[in-house]
């Protein structure tokens, strides 16, 4: 299929739709991770209301997905406007047996910024902390604290449709007190030209930090959301080894052109096999749909180091 150099799409994308929910008027940039013997995930769902609701879901396959038809009921000292905030963009993240999600919303006004929240059974939810001032759109973790601190990649905004965008790194003792921020990359030429995002946790290589990033450019016609890789330092991830010229995906298909906002390939969540070394990373599709690809880890690897 059309650019596809090494992740390829799953041929029954998209896997998530807004029939799958009722009420809904589209599925996107969702997380999903392994949870027991099968999959759990927090899906965006933007109702007809277009409000933006975080609701679970969960799969023997990690392609058959039931997602709840009510929002999260996020519990928490700082979850009180959570309900009315419009909450969207999740990221889940696993470390030692609690799974942390983070994600974008509109506590206060056109204040857009970062909450957190951490659930070991999906079903409670409590939240942590805001954990990034205003304005800040993208937020997700590492699956393993970094020189003994949690860490964590964002990237800074604006209230509006940001024309700029930076990969920025921080840390935490305690999840709830973040610094010692710094920058990571930024906007360079082509696909990435106007702003880049951080997508799915990194995941540990053995050159460092695997991580499949959003960038963007800005076009006569709107703007046009590519996903990218990365390979960061292992122990300063706010260093960056390699990083692929070439995007790994970018709008081609009818699901991934054509919708609420079109042209946006948006990857949001990554799994591994290790038996098969396979990645499934998972994508919002022009704002709609939820889209699968895979790729050889291995492959991956390579590609992005040789066209760095
Ligand atoms: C980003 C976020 C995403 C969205 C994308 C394209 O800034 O708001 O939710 O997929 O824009 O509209």
Same mark, same amino acid.
């Given at each position: ?194 702003? =880049?995002? *951080? ?6 290589? %053995?050159?460092?930090? &695997?991580?499949? +990033?959003? /960038?963007?450019?800005? @076009? ?44 946006? =390939?948006? *990857? ?6 290790? %038996?098969?070394?396979? &990645?499934?990373? +998972?994508? /919002?599709?022009?704002? @709609? ?20």
């Amino acid at each position: 299929m059309a650019n596809e150099t090494i992740f390829k799409r799953y041929e029954g994308n998209p896997i998530i739709k807004p029939e799958d929910v009722a009420g809904a008027n589209s599925i996107f940039n969702s997380a999903v991770v392994r949870f027991g013997k099968g999959y759990a995930g927090v899906f965006r769902v933007d109702t007809t209301r277009l409000f933006s609701e975080l609701h679970t879901g969960f799969s023997d396959d990690a392609i058959n997905w039931k997602i709840n038809e009510k929002q999260i009921d996020m519990k928490g000292e700082t979850s009180d406007n959570y309900k009315v905030a419009s909450c969207y963009d999740p990221r889940v993240v696993e470390i030692d047996g609690t799974y942390y999600v983070t994600w974008c919303y509109y506590p206060a006004g056109i204040a857009c910024h970062i909450g957190i929240a951490k659930t070991k059974d999906f079903k409670k939810f409590t939240q942590i902390t805001q954990m990034m001032l205003p304005y800040n759109r993208n937020a997700v973790l590492f699956p393993a604290k970094v020189n003994g601190k949690f860490a964590c990649l964002n990237r800074p905004s604006d209230p509006f449709h940001t024309t700029f965008g930076e990969v920025f790194y921080c840390e935490s003792d305690d999840l709830i007190h973040w610094g010692n921020h710094k920058f990571v990359f930024g906007a360079t030429s082509g696909w990435q030209r106007s702003k =880049v995002g *951080p997508g799915p946790a990194p995941i540990k290589i %053995k050159e460092g930090w &695997l991580l499949i +990033y959003h /960038g963007v450019r800005i @076009t006569c016609s709107g703007y046009v959301y590519c996903m990218g890789g990365a390979i960061l330092d292992g122990n300063k991830p706010w260093k960056t080894l390699y990083r692929c010229k070439e995007y790994l995906l970018a709008p081609a298909t009818t699901y991934e052109m054509v919708g609420d906002v079109p042209n946006v =390939v948006f *990857p949001t969540a990554l799994l591994h096999d290790k %038996k098969t070394n396979q &990645l499934s990373v +998972y994508y /919002g599709c022009a704002d @709609t749909v939820v889209g699968l690809a895979t790729a050889d880890m291995g492959e991956l690897i390579k590609f992005i180091k040789k066209n760095s």
